[in-house]
C-alpha cells in the first residue's frame, strides 16, 4: 500500500507549530499579565488587557485553522491511497466509447506503483483505452502477465515500444524465447516462481503448478483481500483457497478476473458459487472467460455484491 510517511510529516509538522504556538502564546500572556499587574494606573491596566484579549482571539483564530488545515491535508491523503481497479480489455463492454474483445486486461491505480495485469489480445486496443482513461503508458510502472496465451499477452509489443524499460513480471514457467522477447524489445523481465511479495502489500501467488504455468495477483487491504485472476487454469476455487490460507485472509472481499468456467455445467457452477460463499468471498467480478451461464448464477447469488466487469468498468476500493 502508499507510504505512510506523508501522513506522519503532517501530524508532526502539526505538532511542532502546535507546541510553538503554545509557547509563544505562554510566554507574551505572562509578558501581557506581568504588565497588568505592575501597571499602577487603570488606563494602563485597560489598555494592557485589551491587548491580552486581542491576542487571546488571535492565537484561537489561527489553532482553528491549522487544525482546518491539518483535517483537510488528512483527508486528501486518504483519499490518495484508494485503491482503482479499472477493466482495461474485456470481451463484454461496460462504458461507452471504450473498445473490447476477447481477452482481458486490469489496470490497478493507488498503490506504491501502478500495475497492468495482463495486457489483452490487440494493442491497438489497449492504447484506445488507456487514451479514453486520459492514462499515458508511461505511467504505468509495471506489467504483471498471468499466463502465456495471447488473449491476455498481445498487447505486451505495444505497451513495451511506447515505455521502454517498464518492469514486466511473468510466471518463471514461460517459454524461454517469449521471455528473450521482453528483453530484446526493451523491457526489464522479472521472473516469479514462489509466492513474492512485489510491493508494500501486494503479492504473486507465485506459479500455480498444470498443464499452463499462471501467476494471480493478491492485495491486501483493510476491507480484506483482493484476488486478481487471469483465466483461472489452475481452478478458480483453487486460487481463492490458496490466497485465504497463505495470506491467512479472515475476509476475502473481492475476487475479479476471468474464473474459466464456461464448459461447467450449471450443477458444478452452483457448487462454486457456494464454496465462494464458505470461503467469504465478499463481492465477485467475473470477467472475460468466466462464461455468461456463470456470470448470470454468480449475479443470482451475490445480488447488489456482483460486478459486471467490462471494458471501461472501474471500482474504487477505500
Not at 65 to 75: D, E, G, H, N
Not at 281 to 287: K, Q, S
Request: aromatic share 10%; charged share 20%; proline share 3%.
Amino acid at each position: 500500500m502508499k507510504n505512510s510517511a506523508p501522513m506522519i510529516k503532517v501530524k508532526s509538522i502539526f505538532i511542532i507549530i502546535t507546541n510553538f504556538s503554545s509557547v509563544k502564546r505562554k510566554t507574551q500572556k505572562s509578558l501581557i499579565i506581568q504588565q497588568v499587574s505592575q501597571t499602577k494606573h487603570l488606563r494602563f491596566r485597560i489598555q494592557a488587557q485589551k491587548q491580552l484579549n486581542i491576542f487571546s482571539i488571535f492565537f484561537v483564530s489561527n489553532i482553528i485553522k491549522m487544525m482546518a488545515l491539518f483535517l483537510a491535508m488528512s483527508i486528501l491523503l486518504a483519499s490518495s491511497e484508494q485503491i482503482k481497479l479499472t477493466v482495461l480489455y474485456d470481451n463484454y463492454g461496460y462504458k461507452p466509447g471504450f473498445s473490447y474483445g476477447w481477452g482481458f486486461s486490469l489496470l490497478i491505480q493507488g498503490l506504491e506503483k501502478t500495475i497492468l495485469f495482463d495486457t489483452g489480445e490487440n494493442g491497438i486496443r489497449l492504447k484506445k483505452n488507456l487514451e479514453k482513461m486520459g492514462v499515458n503508458p508511461k505511467e504505468i510502472d509495471l506489467i504483471f502477465l498471468s499466463h502465456i496465451h495471447h488473449d491476455h499477452t498481445g498487447g505486451l509489443a505495444w505497451l513495451v515500444s511506447a515505455h521502454p524499460g517498464i518492469e514486466v513480471m511473468v510466471p518463471a514457467g514461460f517459454p524461454e524465447s517469449f521471455k528473450q522477447g521482453i528483453n530484446n524489445a526493451g523491457g526489464r523481465l522479472r521472473e516469479i516462481k514462489e509466492k513474492t511479495e512485489i510491493l508494500d502489500g501486494v503479492y504473486s501467488s507465485g506459479e500455480f503448478s498444470g498443464s499452463i504455468p499462471e501467476q494471480s495477483l493478491w492485495i491486501k487491504t483493510e476491507k480484506g483481500l483482493i484476488i486478481i485472476t487471469g483465466c483461472a487454469h489452475p481452478g478458480i476455487v483453487r486460487i481463492v483457497e490458496e490466497a485465504k490460507k497463505q495470506m491467512k485472509a479472515e475476509k476475502i472481499y473481492l475476487v475479479i478476473g476471468g474464473f474459466h468456467l464456461f464448459g461447467k455445467t450449471e450443477l458444478e457452477l452452483k457448487e462454486i458459487i457456494q464454496r465462494f460463499q464458505t470461503l467469504g468471498v465478499e463481492r465477485v467480478c467475473p470477467c472475460h472467460c468466466s462464461g455468461d451461464r456463470a456470470r448470470k448464477l454468480f449475479h443470482q447469488a451475490y445480488g447488489k455484491n456482483y460486478y459486471s466487469g467490462g471494458a471501461g468498468f472501474s471500482l474504487t476500493i477505500p
